[in-house]
């Protein structure tokens, strides 16, 4: 079974406008042959998406950035798990970098993005108790 | 904690996918909530104590685990 919901477009849309900057910045620098690839993939991989998202179910719920609080509360955490795991691989990625010679900034970007992120998380939340559009947040300050 | 959402909705004769819209929340949250697997926020507590008209310590109980299955 499928709905649509207002949020179901906004992550594949995200997706379409990062991926057609990816293939503009590959069509600069590689030519058109790598790009429209790029572009390919894209589209499939935000039309999946948003397919994805129109599932009844506890996953289609959280592809298409829907839910009630139990799965905001499930895609809150995947979201984390993801931001430890990017974190982790960033840091791996940046010994191994050390190791070769080679230049680590771009893992230490990664890095330092995330760590100043979760400071300005930690500031913004700790002041608003959570988030808006959390579980405990009353309906009224979500509006 | 244990509750008694399952006993609740089941004397009222509702299936799980009723007692969820009457919530506004999936049935696969009440499913959560019922098995104990998902502690509901307070005021989705307080929804559910009010949509079977009783207190919410008459629904969940602090007190009491639920078993390991």
Do not use: C
């Amino acid at each position: 079974m499928m709905r649509l919901s207002h949020g179901r477009l906004r992550v594949p849309a995200g997706m379409v406008i990062l991926g057609t900057g990816l293939a503009a910045a590959v069509l600069v620098g590689q030519g058109w042959h790598n790009a429209i690839p790029v572009e390919v993939v894209t589209v499939i991989a935000a039309v999946g998406y948003f397919l994805l998202g129109g599932l009844v179910t506890d996953v289609g719920t959280i592809y298409g950035s829907s839910g009630d609080e139990r799965q905001q509360m499930v895609r809150l955490r995947a979201q984390a798990l993801t931001g430890v795991v990017t974190v982790l691989a960033a840091v791996i990625g940046y010994m191994v970098q050390i190791a070769r010679r080679a230049p680590t900034w771009p893992f230490g970007v990664v890095v330092g993005v995330a760590a100043a992120s979760f400071v300005v998380g930690l500031a913004i939340y700790r002041v608003h108790d959570t988030f808006l559009g959390s579980p405990g947040v009353p309906e009224e300050t979500r509006k | 904690m244990r509750n008694r959402v399952k006993e609740q909705r089941t004397q009222r004769g509702l299936s799980q996918a009723e007692l969820a819209a009457a919530l506004g929340v999936s049935r696969q949250t009440v499913i959560s909530i019922e098995s104990g697997r998902y502690l509901p926020s307070l005021p989705l507590a307080f929804r559910i104590a009010r949509f079977f008209n009783v207190t919410v310590d008459k629904t969940f109980d602090p007190e009491s685990e639920v078993p390991e299955t």
